[in-house]
């Protein structure tokens, strides 16, 4: 039977067309699954995911007369440019056609990030696609992967931790195929192998302890002159474009990797944010995770470590979780690139049950009542907009067609613009990606300040806005108000779900208030 190259390239084992087909129709349909869900999934799960590269998007897409709004982690030119520099990039050509806004140009770096991951994902698919050996459990290695609510949640963020996991999923899928390959252009797998190992380093400096380990397997496993010939030029190059993206946003020629160490490790910064006991990670997972998948994702891995030590993804994994346990400040995220290897690691681990537990009427209702409750929860993000995201869209949709619109607030009451910074210098940290053309934040000292200000400003005809945590504070204000409703919820939840208004949660310390006259001054 003749088959197309693609479908070789793909499924690289004999086996029956009908099975392909099958594998095929999944990828496809996950594929669409995966871009819809770029396509409706709104805001970012970390501030860092916000700050680190869409912040600096905007001062290098629309400059600023000063930098003294951004975080400190900029003025210690510790965050690689290379994330940044392509969303410049893709901003730049939507500039150039007409189509620029910040919400168009962040869901077009999530229909990029999610295509990526389709990708890595397919290309994993293949490397274990005979290891996997059962058609079922190729089937659930592509349930998993795809529509897995956790899986699909990361496939489609534009953030460093996740374009790691993918690129270390690429590394790990082309070097298990090398096993199956005859020695032959062991230079060019090497520039590619080399590539995408320099590339990991660039875009996240914490992937180097799984880069360290994957460094140790080769030597001990797969020594190769020709192949590590290659890596070099690769590395090289990757690592190259990183200096160069360092130095297009930082406008000087400086070390990140180095100023990374000294600032988060070397003077413990990163620890002004907290620090975790060891067993962090064990609890967090379980947590935050879902207690089923947090559960079964510990289980498989160390059920993966122990049964594989050989395996290059495990050489990769242990180190970098190892040394994620030993440093003080922890954050589930941190190990979002682990994740990317589920499918992989769930699969490998159900291979080893007895297959008695995937079949009978138990098995079928605890796969419906997953599905079902994985289900809601794709909903629920999509139902569910993001409270920042969702208060930008109303600001924006507020200032539009008004000449000025300035926004107030008092320095350290934290709002969905601004919040104060207090690492190695006070200052209020804003974000002005999400900030229309006409819109201007302004700090004031106190209460007092802000309210004088709010009066001159409208006294001399502009459109003031008050940011405040304060939910009650039209109440007690001198100034004539009127509080800009808003929510994440749709209307329809808040109609027909809203028990006890527990829809307020979201919104009840992010409040605007619009200004609606000034308000004569206090008698003494």
């Known amino acids: 039977m003749k088959h197309s190259k693609e479908t070789k390239s793909l499924f690289p084992s004999p086996n029956c067309s009908g099975e392909r087909r099958t594998y095929g129709r999944i990828?496809?349909?996950g594929a669409l699954f995966t871009l819809l869900f770029a396509l409706l999934s709104r805001g970012f799960y970390h501030p860092d995911e916000h700050f680190q590269i869409l912040?600096?998007?905007?001062?290098?897409?629309?400059?600023?007369?000063?930098?003294?709004?951004?975080?400190?982690?900029?003025?210690?030119?510790?965050r690689p440019g290379l994330q940044p520099f392509i969303a410049w990039v893709l901003g730049r050509g939507l500039l150039a056609v007409g189509l620029y806004s910040p919400f168009t140009l962040v869901a077009l770096?999530?229909?990029?990030?999610?295509?990526?991951?389709?990708?890595?994902?397919?290309?994993?698919?293949?490397?274990?696609?005979?290891?996997?050996?059962?058609?079922?459990?190729?089937?659930?290695?592509?349930?998993?992967?795809?529509?897995?609510?956790?899986?699909?949640?990361?496939?489609?963020?534009?953030?460093?931790?996740m374009a790691a996991g993918n690129l270390l999923v690429l590394l790990a899928a082309r070097t298990l195929?090398?096993?199956?390959?005859?020695?032959?252009?062991?230079?060019?797998?090497?520039?590619?192998?080399?590539?995408?190992?320099?590339?990991?380093?660039?875009?996240?400096?914490?992937?180097?302890?799984?880069?360290?380990?994957?460094?140790?397997w080769l030597l001990c496993y797969h020594r190769r002159g020709r192949l590590f010939a290659g890596m070099v030029p690769g590395v090289l190059l990757a690592l190259a474009a990183g200096m160069l993206t360092d130095r297009w946003l930082y406008g000087e020629w400086t070390l990140v990797p180095y100023n990374y160490l000294r600032e988060n490790i070397l003077e413990a910064h990163m620890d002004e944010f907290g620090v975790s006991p060891w067993w962090f990670y064990f609890t967090e997972a379980l947590c935050e995770g879902g207690y089923l998948f947090g559960a079964l994702m510990l289980v498989a891995a160390g059920w993966f470590f122990v049964r594989r030590p050989k395996n290059p993804v495990t050489w990769m994994l242990l180190p970098f979780i190892f040394v994620h346990f030993?440093?003080?400040?922890?954050?589930?995220?941190?190990?979002?690139?682990?994740?990317?290897?589920?499918?992989?690691?769930?699969?490998?681990?159900?291979?080893?049950?007895?297959?008695?537990?995937?079949?009978?009427?138990?098995?079928?209702?605890?796969?419906?009542v997953v599905a079902v409750v994985n289900l809601c929860a794709c909903i629920y993000i999509f139902g569910k907009g993001r409270e920042n995201t969702t208060f930008y869209r109303m600001i924006d949709s507020y200032c539009e067609?008004?000449?000025?619109?300035?926004?107030?607030?008092?320095?350290?009451?934290?709002?969905?613009?601004?919040?104060?910074?207090l690492v190695k210098r006070r200052c209020m940290v804003d974000t002005r990606f999400y900030m229309p053309r006409n819109f201007r934040l302004q700090h004031a000292d106190s209460p007092q300040q802000?309210?004088?200000?709010?009066?001159?400003?409208?006294?001399?005809?502009?459109?003031?806005?008050?940011?405040?945590?304060?939910?009650?504070?039209?109440?007690?204000?001198?100034?004539?108000?009127?509080?800009?409703e808003w929510n994440p919820y749709p209307r329809w939840i808040r109609r027909r779900?809203?028990?006890?208004?527990?829809?307020?949660?979201?919104?009840?310390?992010k409040n605007a208030y619009e200004v609606c006259a000034p308000a004569p001054a206090a008698a003494p």
Request: glycine share 8%; proline share 3%.
């Open 27 to 29: 990828i496809l349909v």
């Open 55 to 78: 912040e600096y998007t905007h001062l290098k897409l629309f400059g600023a007369e000063s930098t003294d709004y951004l975080p400190w982690e900029y003025h210690s030119m510790m």
């Open 109 to 161: 770096l999530q229909l990029m990030s999610a295509a990526f991951s389709i990708v890595a994902l397919c290309a994993l698919f293949r490397a274990v696609y005979d290891e996997l050996g059962t058609a079922w459990r190729r089937r659930w290695f592509l349930y998993v992967g795809f529509f897995l609510c956790v899986e699909a949640y990361l496939h489609v963020h534009f953030t460093a931790e």
């Open 177 to 216: 195929r090398l096993r199956h390959e005859t020695p032959t252009a062991e230079f060019r797998t090497g520039i590619l192998l080399g590539l995408l190992a320099g590339l990991t380093f660039a875009v996240r400096y914490q992937a180097g302890f799984a880069l360290a380990g994957y460094g140790l």
């Open 326 to 368: 030993l440093l003080g400040h922890k954050e589930l995220r941190f190990f979002f690139p682990v994740l990317f290897f589920a499918p992989y690691l769930l699969l490998s681990f159900a291979g080893a049950l007895p297959q008695r537990l995937f079949a009978g009427r138990g098995w079928r209702w605890t796969v419906g």
């Open 401 to 421: 067609g008004k000449r000025e619109v300035v926004a107030l607030d008092c320095v350290g009451d934290w709002n969905l613009y601004s919040f104060l910074q």
């Open 450 to 484: 802000l309210e004088q200000t709010a009066r001159e400003l409208a006294a001399s005809g502009r459109q003031v806005v008050i940011l405040s945590g304060d939910a009650e504070y039209a109440e007690h204000s001198g100034l004539a108000l009127r509080k800009l």
């Open 497 to 509: 779900f809203n028990f006890n208004d527990w829809t307020r949660f979201p919104v009840r310390n």
